[in-house]
């Protein structure tokens, strides 16, 4: 392929121009919407694709396109797992929703033990 010089020097301009439009310097593909096509890509790899050190885990998320509270049946909460290193203050507040709600036995912590990499899941905080 080649670049002509005054093709390469009028977009060099434009680039170095603060005031370009550089949406101007993108080309669109009639019938393609490349930014919903990326936004959808990038949702299905960050939110249902699992890297492999993590398919062990049995857990459900529950997504949604739409802002604000999401209604499910409290009996289908099997557990609440609170990691060591979650703030002092954001704890004590879900403690107490928990607690509020009746739910406290389905606490448990997740702890990290001394000369250990494994990640340790278990009912009382040490």
Excluded at 15 to 20: E, G, P, S, V
Excluded at 55 to 62: G, H, I, P
Excluded at 66 to 75: D, F, M, S, V
Aim: proline share 2%; aromatic share 10%.
């Amino acid at each position: 392929w080649m670049i002509t010089t005054r093709s390469f020097t009028t977009t060099q301009n434009k680039l170095n121009d603060k005031n370009a439009d550089l949406r101007a310097l993108t080309e669109e593909v009639p019938g393609t919407d490349f930014k919903t096509s990326n936004k959808k890509m990038i949702c299905s790899f960050c939110f249902f694709q699992k890297p492999k050190e993590f398919l062990n885990e049995r857990e459900y998320r529950f997504l949604s396109e739409k802002p604000g509270l999401k209604h499910y049946r409290i009996e289908s909460l099997s557990k609440v797992i609170i990691g060591e290193r979650m703030d002092k203050s954001d704890k004590a507040v879900l403690l107490n929703t928990l607690e509020g709600l009746g739910l406290l036995n389905k606490v448990e912590y997740a702890i990290t033990k001394k000369n250990s990499f494994k990640i340790h899941i278990e009912k009382r905080e040490e």
